[in-house]
């Protein structure tokens, strides 16, 4: 039997992220189902996507009102100065833990092209804390922060390709 051409490859690879970036909870079994494909290509598959890394971790879509806490977007814009140790310390996470220290989780720290150079998406009990975050994000990089933008995120409608399912209480802001 030929090998499977790189396109062909590259296609089967596509059908079973879309499928784990529904539900990363989804069974082998019900993965090779819906994609058409044998357990044992399913399995090979995701086993490759997480060796070379295409795959790096599998998380939960979390109702934060449940948990009390709120989601706040964090956007900065860099100054002109040289990054210097700073990059170590993004690197290595250490604003991940002087987060954790009052209750903040990072969920998602992304560099930016455009109006923007960093993201932050995280949660904390409440606005007072997420300003407390800023005050030591602004602190501890002082020197290569120009501006900072806080949001709270009021309203997920779709998070991690997953639609909430209370979406209809978003007409209740309106």
Known sequence: MPKSSQKQIDADEKKIIEELQGNAKSS?????????FSRQ??????????KNK????????????????KRYI???KRSNNPLGDSINKIIDLTLHTM?????????CSSYLHGLYDWM??????????AKKFTEILTREYH?????????EDIFP???????????KKLKDLF
């Open 28 to 36: 082998i079994d019900s993965i090779a189902k819906k994609c058409g």
């Open 41 to 50: 290509k399913v399995w090979r598959v995701i086993k490759r996507l997480e």
């Open 54 to 69: 295409t795959i790096w971790g599998y998380c939960a879509v979390v109702d934060n009102e449940k948990i009390n806490k």
């Open 74 to 76: 964090m956007l900065i």
């Open 99 to 107: 987060g954790k220290k009052i209750g903040v989780e990072i969920i």
């Open 120 to 129: 932050f998406v995280f949660t904390a009990p409440d606005i007072k804390g």
């Open 143 to 151: 020197p290569i922060i120009n501006e900072i933008h806080l949001l």
């Open 157 to 167: 409608v779709k998070t991690c390709n997953i639609a909430n399912p209370d979406v």
